[in-house]
């Protein structure tokens, strides 16, 4: 009586075992498809303006492609800094250099974002390039990996 009643519960509880990995497991895979949706619907940016660029960049809710986007614009609009002053850098390098230090430790970026953008702003600009790898390697350190 008292092995059948083990068996009857070891039985029980594997079914309920396989029924909860079974729910996981259907829970995941609508949320990829989820996800994959709200990947499509993205918001296109309409101001080409600095500041609203670089708030797009400060958001630490814009996504990946957002953030492709911004620093596409940055570089289409505002690519070019104006030449240093003497050995010291243009006080608009301020803001380029709050770029890279916020994309470098932004949650949504990648390697290929960070990387795409130093090249071109140091294509762009190369009287700046000590600079911007300066920054670059500040904002990566900061990141804390």
Do not use: W
Not at 108 to 119: G, P, R, S, V, Y
């Amino acid at each position: 009586m008292e092995i059948t009643l083990l068996v009857k519960s070891f039985v029980g509880l594997v079914s309920i075992l396989f029924i909860l990995i079974f729910l996981l497991l259907y829970s995941a895979k609508n949320k990829k498809i989820t996800a994959k949706k709200s990947e499509k619907k993205e918001k296109p940016i309409v101001d080409e303006s600095m500041e609203s660029l670089v708030e797009i960049i400060k958001n630490k809710k814009s996504t990946t492609q957002e953030l492709k986007v911004a620093l596409d614009k940055v570089l289409q609009f505002h690519g070019t800094i104006h030449e240093k002053l003497g050995s010291r850098p243009h006080p608009d390098f301020n803001l380029y250099a709050e770029i890279i230090f916020r994309i470098c430790r932004h949650p949504n970026t990648n390697k290929d974002l960070i990387l795409h953008f130093d090249k071109e702003l140091e294509k762009n600009n190369p009287a700046y390039v000590k600079d911007i790898n300066d920054f670059l390697s500040k904002g990566l350190a900061s990141r804390g990996f």
